[in-house]
């Protein structure tokens, strides 16, 4: 037995693919949205939905799009599917908060809605998926903070009851929350973004059309796409990965190495737009099974204390963790050489090496993307540094990165970021 693992591991080193070593004792997997994907679908939307049971649908939006005429089609493409639109929520502001998921799900019985469709980015549909379970079950966001807590039949041992359906329509290439468990929400007077994720909340369908990204602006579709590019890095190194999170998160870097660029530079390229929102929509998967690591800790940290948008502080932090991460040692080291090997970079070296190669490449995409590559340029300061590590080390995404993290390192790392 033994000699058959030595083997086993022999040529693991060899294909440098962990994969190919052992079998992981426990993991589990969950996909069940329905995805579609394609040019001309959102007229098709009231079609699809109906599929999934919604009657009265009550459309969440923020009020940018609502002026860009997006959500219109999107009316129209649910009247046209024979559904009612039940209500309008068009305030979602930059990042949800436990007051709009309220008035979101008090709307939802206003209008007397059965289903709620999401059109918008990650604010949007988390804010639907929170005020769904709210709409369905009552209490406050801060309530449900936290994993599997939603209802469940059999005083909690049984199968987890329904929440209404719910449709979401990305209009950013990034989050992937429309195909993912979890919503992010931010508690404004606590000055923290707290969690809410169970089964249920997997929203039943998600659509994906380039038309939905057209007027996204390249700032916004940069810092979202690096948004996917933590996602995809994130998961993959986790120390929680599994073979089905692996395969996503392998076909999700793919994606975002030919398109990432290309849809920044060329906003019309409708194809480029597109394989964008499949990029994103792959990238989450491994977040739902083996969950995020430190540069989301630190993100999360720097949204509710410092108001930097998601993207653009993951867009900053993940080269300081890919290189701190890869230091630590040989087994978290040969994560990134597969990363590296997608990316063409050096997959050979030390362990430092493997991870500086990486961490330079993402600086030099996330400047050639126009984004800020420092903290100190987005409203972060050195006094601010105690108050993010606090809140980086309570993450629920501490715990799932494959290097272990003290105070001071992540003090360290915020420094290196500043
Ligand atoms: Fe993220």
């Known amino acids: 037995m033994d000699e058959y693992d030595d083997d086993a591991t022999a040529r693991a080193g060899e294909f440098g693919s962990r994969q190919m ?3 992981k004792p426990f993991y589990q997997f969950i996909a069940p ?3 579609i994907a394609g040019y001309d679908l959102i ?3 009231g079609f699809e939905f109906a599929k999934e049971g919604a009657k009265r649908v009550l459309i969440v939006t923020d009020q940018v799009l609502r002026e860009t005429g997006l959500v219109d089609r999107v009316i129209a493409g649910v009247e046209d599917g024979g559904l009612e639109v039940a209500g309008i929520v068009d305030g979602v502001p930059q990042d949800s908060d436990a007051g709009v998921v309220m008035r979101t799900a008090e709307a939802g019985h206003e209008h007397g809605a059965d289903s709620i469709l999401a059109v918008g980015g990650g604010s949007v549909m988390d804010t639907a998926k929170v005020a769904n379970v709210i709409f369905v079950h009552g209490g406050d966001p801060r309530g ?3 994993y599997f807590g939603l209802p469940r039949d059999d005083d909690g041992q049984g199968r987890p009851q329904e929440l209404a359906p719910l449709a979401c329509i990305p209009t950013t290439a990034g989050t992937g929350s429309e195909v993912s468990f979890v919503a992010v929400v931010k508690d404004r007077d606590a000055h923290v973004k707290f969690q809410i994720g169970d089964i249920p909340m997997y929203p039943r369908l998600a659509l994906l ?3 939905s990204t057209r007027t996204l602006p390249v700032k916004l579709a940069a810092s979202t796409g690096m948004d996917a590019m933590t996602h995809a890095i994130e998961g993959y190194v986790s120390s929680e990965w599994n073979p089905h999170s692996d395969a996503y998160a392998m076909a999700a870097l ?6 990432l660029h290309r849809a920044f530079e060329h906003p019309a390229d409708d194809e480029a737009r597109g394989n964008m929102l499949i990029a994103a929509n792959l990238a989450i998967q491994p977040t739902s099974s083996s969950a995020i690591g430190i540069a989301h800790s630190m993100s999360h940290a720097c949204g509710a204390h410092c108001d930097v948008p998601h993207g653009v502080a993951n867009a900053i932090n993940l080269p300081w963790v890919i290189e701190f991460n890869a230091a630590g040692g040989d087994e978290i080291a040969a994560r990134y050489r597969d990363v590296n090997d997608v990316f063409g970079l050096e997959t050979g070296g030390s ?3 493997v991870g500086h190669a990486l961490g330079e490449h993402v600086r030099q995409l996330v400047a050639s993307l126009g984004l800020p590559t420092r903290l100190s340029q987005v409203g972060v300061t050195e006094a601010s540094i105690d108050l993010l590590v606090d809140g980086a080390m309570g993450d629920a995404c501490t715990l ?3 290097r272990d993290t003290s105070e001071e390192e992540f003090a360290e790392l915020y420094r290196l970021a500043l």
């Open 33 to 35: 949205t329905r995805v």
């Open 351 to 353: 362990a430092e090496a």
């Open 21 to 23: 070593a052992g079998f």
């Open 43 to 45: 007229g098709g939307i």
């Open 400 to 402: 799932v990165n494959p």
């Open 254 to 259: 793919r994606l975002l190495r030919d398109n």
């Open 144 to 146: 449900w903070e936290g």
């Open 209 to 211: 059309d380039p038309e």
